[in-house]
């Protein structure tokens, strides 16, 4: 199928502009490697190329759409074109703003410009000075993981499987660069797990207070004597308990002797005797 017919499929056959754009992007795949490698096929590359045409032109597609019309999965769909863009060579420039806006994080825009300025700064300071000309943070992976460590640490929800698709980029570089991020920047986006001691939750307290045998006292348990009375006790009420019972079933009895004395007689079965002949 070629890349009018593909416009045609998506409601885009109308701007040719997109179409000649779509088509020479097609082109610079097929002369720069082979699709079938990476597992593209020729259909999904024709409407990989048609989105990232669409994303420079800045013109609205649906890739719901184009993923149902490519006959692979969301997930497979946004691996192949991350991908593609990388080997093609497509920068997308990410904005802090946009993304906040996108997100509806507002709040975090300031909180993750300082996070990729100490970022930037810690980083360059742990290289060797002949390395450090040639490091670029222009990348949008840095971005998006800055992003999601700043919304993370104040506690709010971002899809990360969509913060990956808009940047560009694979799942295993966003891990990278995250982790990376947070062993430099740890008292800027660290989230420390305090371990709660047992004595301090009350719902573990009332656990062990439910039997007299588990109590415990705070200066450092019960003697012998003391867990051998409130065995004693225990037992106690477990005799009355069953004295009640008893005396409750007994009484029944003598008020309805025919109950209790009424035997039960199990029916006898005659089977038809086979006649022979």
Not at 15 to 26: G, Q, T, V
Not at 77 to 84: Q, T
Not at 246 to 255: E, L
């Amino acid at each position: 199928m070629d890349i009018s017919g593909i416009a045609k499929k998506l409601g885009l056959d109308n701007n040719k502009l997109l179409i000649r754009k779509a088509a020479e992007i097609r082109r610079l795949c097929d002369a720069q490697f082979d699709s079938s490698i990476i597992g593209v096929g020729e259909i999904c590359k024709a409407v990989i190329c048609m989105e990232i045409a669409a994303s420079r032109l800045q013109i609205i597609f649906d890739r719901q759409a184009a993923i149902k019309l490519s006959g692979m999965s969301e997930k497979a769909y946004s691996r192949s074109f991350n991908s593609l863009q990388n080997v093609i060579g497509v920068k997308i420039k990410l904005n802090v703003r946009e993304l906040a806006v996108q997100f509806g994080c507002v709040r975090i825009i300031k909180s993750v410009q300082n996070l990729l300025s100490s970022y930037k700064e810690r980083f360059l300071a742990s290289l060797p000075a002949s390395r450090r000309a040639n490091a670029d943070f222009t990348r949008p992976v840095f971005t998006a993981a800055a992003f999601f460590l700043c919304a993370k640490k104040q506690k709010l929800k971002v899809d990360k499987l969509r913060l990956i698709e808009v940047c560009g980029t694979s799942e295993s570089e966003f891990s990278c660069v995250s982790t990376s991020m947070t062993d430099l920047c740890f008292d800027c986006v660290g989230i420390s797990k305090e371990k709660k001691d047992a004595k301090e939750v009350k719902g573990n307290r009332d656990l062990l207070d439910v039997l007299p045998g588990k109590r415990r006292l705070e200066d450092g348990g019960y003697s012998s004597d003391e867990e051998s009375s409130c065995y004693k006790i225990q037992k106690k009420m477990e005799e009355a308990k069953y004295e009640d019972w008893k005396s409750t079933v007994v009484n029944s009895i003598k008020q309805n002797p025919e109950k209790g004395t009424k035997r039960v007689i199990q029916a006898s079965l005659n089977f038809p005797k086979k006649i022979e002949t």
